[in-house]
């Protein structure tokens, strides 16, 4: 599926390897995800803790970010 937004082309696609995340940009750049957007650790859920409604107070997981140079075809 591809779209517009701004004049940037957005588009996105479905792969069999589903752990690997990665967005490529048509300005030349691939970032690739580790763990996709699952970076925050489990917290338990309760009217007493921050982080059930404060995303700021979640801990997050260890993750990397690349920005990779690709030549654009």
Same mark, same amino acid.
């Given at each position: 599926?591809?779209? !517009?937004? =701004?004049?940037?082309? @957005?588009?996105?696609?479905? !792969?069999? =390897? @589903?752990?690997a995340?990665?967005?490529?940009? =048509?300005?030349?750049?691939?970032?690739?995800?580790?763990?996709?957007?699952?970076? @925050?650790?489990w917290?338990?859920s309760?009217?007493? =803790?921050?982080?059930?409604?404060?995303?700021?107070?979640r801990?997050?997981?260890?993750?990397?970010?690349s @920005?990779?140079?690709?030549?654009?075809a």
């Amino acid at each position: 599926m591809n779209s !517009s937004i =701004n004049g940037d082309r @957005f588009g996105f696609g479905a !792969s069999p =390897n @589903f752990h690997a995340r990665s967005i490529t940009t =048509n300005h030349g750049w691939k970032v690739s995800l580790d763990r996709d957007l699952d970076i @925050f650790q489990w917290f338990e859920s309760s009217a007493l =803790n921050a982080a059930t409604n404060l995303q700021e107070a979640r801990l997050t997981k260890g993750y990397k970010v690349s @920005f990779i140079r690709v030549d654009e075809a």
